[in-house]
């Protein structure tokens, strides 16, 4: 008596309703538990494809980053954060995202984070724009948390695979030809716009740590009214002043520089002269920093407009007098202005002031003005059902820019919903 054995092979599943599964795993239950290393390479696979032909630069002949736009900073691991805005800001397709890095490493959901966002690539290649941070670079993620956690949930091959995914994340982005975006920061061997289209993107940990390529990765902006000079605060790189940064936008004819790689506390950080702003998308960053976490809006007429998170303390934990601390500097940052009066506050980082005159006000609003909406408000342009019974502000600027070339800043206008809520 023979016996003949039958091979078993499961059918090959289709990558798009696979993708589907993964999002609705992420987005319920917080894990990508369930799903075999086989089904995981055959997502990176398909990103793969996605992302390899795209160039260092994504400009609007490629992707078509066009306003309205959603700009992410650094998210970390942080993935409830990162659910937490979606529901705010909207998911793709509805609206389009631009995320700037560093995905990964820090804290502990970053193979969630990365697998989310690659899944909305491959979902919506033309509503998710992702480019590269300094953390998508395989010799800093295996220091900062990311080889951990893949050898402990998945394998170090994996870890491998993901690193060369990495490679084909594009630099930079451009929204219209009028804000250049990327991690770090701007470069002096940026001489026009050549300069980036015909940039490479660097596969090798050599090639990263040389060039354009670095200073888009690792670069940082300072206060100083200086052209650019060595990084010491990381060892590499440059720091560039306000000189540098006003020669760059009238060389290449750009308004406004988005970069992230700098926790800032506020979430948002916008540089004297509003040519630069930082963002921060990770609030509480670590589980210690007690920092804000913000996004830009990117209207179609080109203004701007931030949404914020705020982190939660928990008060149990916190000394009277340090909490009693905290409560002042929160209520001195939160005006609640007064029929007939003024409130001011002063930001002590930018040295910027802020003036909250009441609603109805007929004098033309000033770029930094706040305003906060009270209930049941006429003037309030954001649906009140959204705000889920937390305070709702929303920053007032000044008219938008003439159309590119434009040299001068952007004046922003009504955020579409700047809100403050508790992480």
């Not at 599964?21 to 996605?50: N, P, S, W």
């Not at 650019?228 to 990381?234: K, L, Q």
């Not at 003005?369 to 059902?385: C, K, L, M, T, Y």
Request: glycine share 6%.
């Amino acid at each position: 008596m023979t016996t003949v054995d039958a091979k078993i092979t499961r059918p090959i599943e289709n990558v798009q309703t696979l993708v589907d599964r993964i999002i609705r795993r992420i987005k319920v239950h917080r894990t990508c538990e369930g799903f075999t290393d086989a089904q995981m390479y055959l997502v990176l696979d398909e990103a793969f494809r996605v992302l390899a032909p795209l160039p260092a630069m994504v400009e609007a002949n490629t992707l078509q980053i066009e306003p309205p736009v959603v700009i992410f900073g650094d998210t970390h691991g942080q993935l409830n954060d990162l659910l937490r805005f979606a529901d705010i800001v909207g998911e793709p397709p509805g609206t389009q995202w631009l995320l700037l890095g560093d995905y990964i490493d820090r804290c502990k959901k970053g193979l969630e984070v990365i697998m989310l966002l690659l899944c909305f690539k491959i979902k919506y290649p033309s509503r998710v724009n992702m480019l590269r941070g300094n953390h998508e670079c395989q010799k800093t993620n295996r220091i900062y948390g990311f080889y951990t956690e893949m050898k402990l949930k998945r394998t170090t091959a994996m870890w491998l695979r993901f690193n060369k995914l990495f490679n084909e994340l594009p630099l930079c982005a451009t929204v219209s030809r009028r804000q250049l975006c990327m991690h770090g920061g701007i470069s002096q061997h940026i001489k026009d716009w050549n300069s980036l289209t015909e940039l490479k993107k660097p596969h090798s940990i050599q090639e990263c740590d040389d060039g354009i390529a670095l200073d888009l990765l690792w670069a940082d902006p300072t206060n100083d009214a200086c052209e650019f000079r060595f990084n010491a605060n990381r060892c590499t790189s440059v720091i560039f002043g306000d000189t540098a940064i006003k020669d760059f936008c009238k060389r290449l004819g750009i308004s406004m520089i988005v970069r992230a790689h700098e926790a800032v506390q506020e979430g948002h950080q916008m540089m004297p002269g509003n040519r630069l702003c930082t963002l921060f998308s990770a609030p509480n960053y670590c589980g210690n920093d007690g920092n804000c976490a913000s996004v830009m809006h990117v209207s179609p007429t080109f203004k701007l407009g931030f949404t914020t998170l705020k982190p939660r303390i928990e008060t149990s934990t916190v000394p009277s007098e340090l909490l009693k601390k905290l409560r002042s500097e929160t209520e001195a940052k939160s005006p609640n202005p007064q029929p007939g009066k003024r409130s001011e506050i002063k930001d002590q980082r930018s040295n910027y002031n802020y003036s909250a005159p009441p609603l109805g006000a007929a004098e033309q609003p000033e770029i930094g003005r706040i305003h906060q909406f009270q209930p049941g408000d006429p003037n309030q342009e954001v649906d009140s059902a959204s705000v889920r019974g937390v305070d709702l502000c929303t920053l007032i600027f000044g008219p938008s820019p003439a159309p590119p070339p434009c040299l001068a800043p952007p004046t922003l206008g009504r955020a579409r919903n700047v809100v403050y809520l508790e992480h």
